[in-house]
């Protein structure tokens, strides 16, 4: 299978496919995607999986429900209406659930190569 047959919003369909389960057990986080020339690369969860009470750490296994991922992996996927004009670079989409209700934002950082611009001069 060759990832640049597929569109970029597959792509991302797949990525979160692929974290479904990791995003089961996490209650927040950012959700990273690294892209070059349009295709995906390198991508994954940050977070802190672990919360601190009274000194003591406890692993927090609530985590987005079916219906809160579908919800996320939908707005990742509508959200690249909003990529313009560039190949390369990073999306990051920062989610937390809040009494229960998923909130999510996403953030696009575009990335251009000066060599290759002064190269086509």
């Known amino acids: 299978m060759i990832v640049q047959q597929f569109s ?3 792509q991302v369909e797949m990525v979160f496919q692929e974290i479904k389960e990791e995003l089961a ?3 927040s986080g950012i959700v990273f995607i690294q892209i070059r020339n349009n295709v995906v690369g390198k991508f994954g969860v ?3 999986p672990l919360e601190s009470k009274s000194g003591r750490l406890e692993h927090k296994r609530q985590g987005l429900t ?3 991922w579908l919800s996320f992996k ?3 996927i509508d959200s690249l209406r909003y ?3 560039w190949t390369h670079g990073e999306i990051c989409y920062e989610f937390a659930l809040k ?3 998923l909130c999510a934002s996403v953030q696009f950082e575009s990335n251009y190569n000066m060599a290759n611009l ?3 001069k």
């Open 118 to 120: 002064l190269a086509t």
């Open 46 to 48: 940050r977070h802190d």
């Open 83 to 85: 990529k313009r004009n």
């Open 66 to 68: 079916e219906a809160q």
């Open 99 to 101: 009494l229960g209700t």
């Open 74 to 76: 939908q707005m990742a």
């Open 25 to 27: 057990y996490l209650s």
């Open 8 to 10: 970029l919003q597959r």
